[in-house]
């Protein structure tokens, strides 16, 4: 069996015994990477010479027989929205092209002392917004099942990376979808954990109170792995739950005895493909052969989720996107044309008799701001920050944002009342299999009731796995999405390792 081939979990012990070199395991993902990247885009940048600098690093002291970290060498690409002391950290975004991290962000601080390899940053949809993998400044990234095909996004890199044997785990963001929807038009394993769970110091900000950090990786038991080396209670955080980390490579094998699954019946109605409809079906049909008991149970708020979603994740894209003016880092235009152009217009102003409009035209200041955004962000960010900014306006607010998160609250109270019956909700992770790359690009609002599956455990705070249950009739992954109660990952985890065990 070749190096790429084993699980995260089988090359983490063969690590621990020596029996394979960190630097030859490296080896052989940065091989894969070479041989595939040009055709997936899935890698935005690339460090060889670093990457197998710090596995020869981790071999020599493994050698002098030093205690390694929980990776103990285990190679991970990191989707390219988490600061990295001395790397540039792009967002995909021509705005952060050239903008070099000045410290790490604690998740990669954790892989570090964790004693991981970072393979590299992988692709995304500029800024986290988008859920296709078309919208990165540098190039859409293509499904490694058919490559005329989307990932899904906006963690679409490394979806990519893991399904493609590029990296054996990769770490992604997800704020209404962005690791499960990946997860499952790839054909891997993704967690969004509980907001909180994982810090999200150092993680460039798209939309602050629905942001979380997770793992994504071929298995539920590799995923528990990344899990554990990544999650806990951060000071540098305020929104970190100040809860330990749990032993989930530790628990994740053990079966649940008794589990309760609720199928909520909102998630199988109009708009849902048959494929995924049956997929789902018959994954339930295993829970059951495994003693799970099934219970229909209503999340009547569901509804509303896509639209609560799209006021409330634009509005704090507005706020924390401002920074990026022009002035202090990122893009910034070139002013020897902006001030030409300024002098010529004022001059066929004044020449057209106009003098009241060559006065109030643009200070450089302003039109500086102005061009910079422009020049530097996407047409989907900038779609997004125009959503946001009317919604917060005067006149607005409360008919928009206030409105919104009063509908967040009683989409929480569906979960809470919901948890109270069942452990977890089974149903689907998107409404159809990966379509062509370009096929939505005119339709935003079509891209959007993608997330339809998705956003609800975000705007509730709880956390959500998705992981494969079958395929097409053209052979495109479908993936199926368990949803827990805040600090549910353990019992997540177990019931989807618990399903692989049987069907992979």
């Known amino acids: 069996m070749s190096l790429i081939d084993l699980s995260a979990t089988e090359l983490v012990a063969k690590l621990h015994t020596g029996e394979v070199a960190c630097a030859e395991a490296t080896r052989a993902y940065l091989d894969r990477i070479a041989e595939l990247n040009p055709k997936l885009n899935a890698f935005l940048r690339v460090?060889?010479?670093?990457?197998?600098?710090?596995?020869?690093?981790?071999?020599?002291?493994?050698?002098?027989?030093?205690?390694?970290?929980?990776?103990?060498?285990?190679?991970?690409?990191?989707?390219?929205?988490?600061?990295?002391?001395?790397?540039?950290?792009?967002?995909?975004?021509?705005?952060?092209?050239?903008?070099?991290?000045?410290?790490?962000?604690?998740?990669?601080?954790?892989?570090?002392?964790?004693?991981?390899?970072?393979?590299?940053?992988?692709?995304?949809?500029?800024?986290?917004?988008?859920?296709?993998?078309?919208?990165?400044?540098?190039?859409?990234?293509?499904?490694?099942?058919?490559?005329?095909?989307?990932?899904?996004?906006?963690?679409?890199?490394?979806?990519?990376?893991?399904?493609?044997?590029?990296a054996p785990?990769?770490?992604?963001?997800?704020?209404?979808?962005?690791?499960?929807?990946?997860?499952?038009?790839?054909?891997?394993t993704g967690l969004k954990p509980t907001y909180g769970r994982v810090s999200r110091y150092g993680l460039v900000a798209f939309a602050s109170s629905l942001d979380q950090v997770g793992p994504m990786a071929r298995t539920a038991e590799d995923a528990a792995l990344l899990l554990e080396a990544i999650a806990g209670h951060d000071r540098l955080d305020s929104t970190s739950l100040d809860v330990a980390a749990e032993r989930y490579s530790e628990s994740v094998s053990k079966p649940l005895d008794k589990l309760r699954l609720g199928v909520a019946r909102e998630h199988f109605g109009e708009g849902l493909d048959g494929e995924i409809a049956a997929a789902v079906r018959k994954a339930i049909e295993v829970y059951e052969s495994l003693g799970a008991t099934i219970d229909e149970i209503s999340l009547p708020h569901s509804k509303y989720a896509v639209a609560t979603y799209y006021i409330i994740a634009p509005c704090e894209a507005s706020s924390n996107l401002a920074r990026y003016d022009g002035a202090h880092y990122g893009h910034r235009t070139d002013e020897r044309a902006m001030q030409s152009e300024l002098e010529t217009e004022r001059r066929a102003l004044v020449a057209a008799g106009n003098k009241a409009a060559a006065e109030n035209l643009d200070s450089p200041l302003v039109r500086m701001y102005r061009r910079s955004r422009s020049e530097a962000f996407g047409p989907e960010v900038k779609r997004r920050i125009m959503l946001g900014t009317y919604a917060l306006s005067a006149g607005y607010y409360d008919a928009y944002y206030l409105k919104a998160l009063k509908v967040r609250r009683l989409i929480r109270q569906d979960y809470d009342q919901a948890f109270q019956k069942v452990d977890a909700i089974i149903g689907p992770v998107t409404a159809a299999p990966a379509y062509k790359i370009g096929d939505k690009a005119n339709d935003p609002l079509a891209m959007y009731l993608d997330d339809v599956y998705t956003v609800s455990a975000n705007l509730a705070g709880?956390?959500?796995?998705?992981?494969?249950?079958?395929?097409?009739?053209?052979?495109?992954?479908?993936?199926?999405?368990?949803?827990?109660?805040?600090?549910?990952?353990?019992?997540?985890?177990r019931a989807a390792d618990m399903f692989q065990r049987i069907t992979t």
């Open 462 to 493: 709880c956390c959500g796995i998705a992981f494969p249950c079958g395929a097409s009739s053209g052979g495109l992954p479908i993936g199926v999405q368990l949803q827990g109660p805040p600090l549910g990952e353990d019992k997540l985890l």
């Open 47 to 166: 460090d060889a010479d670093r990457a197998l600098s710090a596995a020869k690093e981790i071999d020599a002291r493994r050698a002098r027989g030093e205690t390694l970290g929980l990776l103990a060498g285990l190679p991970v690409a990191v989707k390219d929205v988490l600061c990295t002391a001395g790397e540039p950290t792009t967002c995909a975004s021509r705005m952060l092209e050239h903008f070099v991290a000045p410290y790490d962000a604690t998740v990669i601080a954790r892989l570090k002392a964790a004693d991981a390899v970072l393979l590299g940053r992988t692709n995304m949809d500029e800024f986290a917004m988008g859920g296709s993998g078309e919208n990165s400044a540098f190039g859409a990234t293509r499904n490694p099942h058919d490559p005329d095909r989307i990932t899904g996004g906006s963690s679409s890199g490394s979806a990519a990376a893991v399904a493609a044997r590029m």
């Open 169 to 188: 785990v990769a770490i992604g963001s997800d704020t209404g979808g962005s690791i499960r929807q990946p997860a499952g038009l790839c054909g891997i």
